[in-house]
Every structure is written in C-alpha cells, then in structure tokens.
C-alpha cells in the first residue's frame, strides 16, 4: 500500500478531516488533498508529527509494515532489546 493511501485510512479511521491533518502540518488542506491523491510528497517534518499524533511507527504509515505499532510500544521492544544486549556482555 502506497504511503498516501495509509494517510487516508488512517485519517478516516481517527475520524479527522483534512482541514485537522492540514492545521497539524501547519498546511492548507488542499495540500493534504494533493498528498492523498499521489500528487505531491509530504515532508519528514510532517511524517515525524503524524507518527506521534496517531501514535504509530512510521514503518506502517510508509507502507513497509502492515502492523499499526503504536510508539510506546517500540521503546518498550527496545528497552528490552538493549537489557538483553547488556546481560549478553555481562
């Protein structure tokens, strides 16, 4: 799935219209409009404040996931990945 198609989904799915992903990314909602249609990128800026607005990774918005998993999620997978590595070295 395309990274524009999941900003679509996902806004649906959170009941937000465009004019709130637009007033987040400090856009107009025509340019969300542009995004969701495959007519223009959005930034990286843009990407960070919608990860931690739905509390999602970006590996799912950008498609390279299909598993929504949320933030708090990751750093408690890291705590206990680098807990792990540190026991490893003991």
Known sequence: MD???R?????IENKKGQKDIAFLCNVSDATVGHWEKKRRHMT??????LCKYYNIS???ILGFSN???KLT???TEEDHSSNHQQQKSS
């Open 73 to 75: 999620d990751l750093h």
């Open 3 to 5: 990274y524009r198609e």
């Open 67 to 69: 598993i929504q998993m």
């Open 7 to 11: 900003l679509r989904e996902l806004r």
């Open 44 to 49: 990286i800026d843009c990407l960070i404040k």
């Open 58 to 60: 970006s590996d799912y």
